[in-house]
């Protein structure tokens, strides 16, 4: 793990919305989320531009922050990853190899779990969903990376974990656009905690003139850790 380090990025999230990667809109949010400190899991089959997302949201790190940024985590380095996004002081941005943002939580977990020591490595899973605030799926469509849906962890009355969606690309609609929900509450005021705005395009007073009939329904439980 490499605290404070970071490699020049290929690309710049500038340049990654240039290419179609995401839009203007979330690449805001994005940056916003790295300066206001939030724990970030990019996900994603492989060669899916995991590590190319990763360097340029490291970017937008402020110089002198301390941060633990692993690439294609695992064993030890994931257990300590997952300690460090739950308890702090530092906080995380790593990549984790999965097939859908549902996958994410499951394989960070699992790979925690082989850094663990038995018996007793029950309480990684619970620490993993707590950690992370922000996943960044990433999708390989045409042999161009995608964002293909950004998410957060949301945490059920009755302890459950599922997963409230910020941007889904629309594969089946001109040129796969990314449709944008209100940020979580959470998210919300840890942004305004440290005076990041929100963009228009994810804020809750945008939706409720949208629809004034309630709020869309984007949340969903995230698959069994």
Not at 22 to 45: M, T
Not at 170 to 184: A, C, I, K, M, T
Request: charged share 20%.
């Amino acid at each position: 793990m490499h605290p404070n380090k970071r490699q020049a990025p290929d690309y710049r999230l500038e340049d990654l919305v240039g290419c179609g990667c995401l839009d203007d809109e979330l690449g805001c949010l994005l940056a916003a989320c790295v300066r206001a400190r939030l724990n970030i899991v990019i996900s994603g089959p492989a060669s899916s531009g995991k590590t190319t997302m990763l360097n340029a949201l490291c970017a937008h790190i402020p110089p002198g922050e301390r941060r633990v940024i692993v690439g294609e985590v695992g064993g030890s380095d994931a257990l300590d990853v997952v300690r460090v996004m739950a308890r702090g002081p530092s906080t995380a941005l790593t990549t984790v190899r999965a097939s859908s943002a549902d996958d994410a939580l499951p394989q960070l977990a699992g790979l925690a779990r082989q850094g663990a020591p038995a018996p007793g490595s029950g309480w990684v899973t619970e620490t993993a969903e707590h950690g992370v605030d922000v996943l960044v799926h990433l999708d390989r469509r045409e042999l161009t990376p995608h964002v293909a849906e950004v998410a957060a962890p949301m945490h059920n009355p009755g302890g459950s974990v599922g997963l409230c969606t910020v941007a889904c690309r629309e594969f089946d609609q001109p040129g796969g656009r990314l449709r944008h929900y209100p940020v979580s509450a959470r998210i919300a005021a840890r942004l305004r905690a440290q005076g990041e705005p929100i963009p228009a395009a994810f804020r809750e007073d945008r939706f409720r003139r949208v629809t004034p009939a309630g709020p869309l329904a984007r949340g969903r439980a995230a698959k069994h850790l």
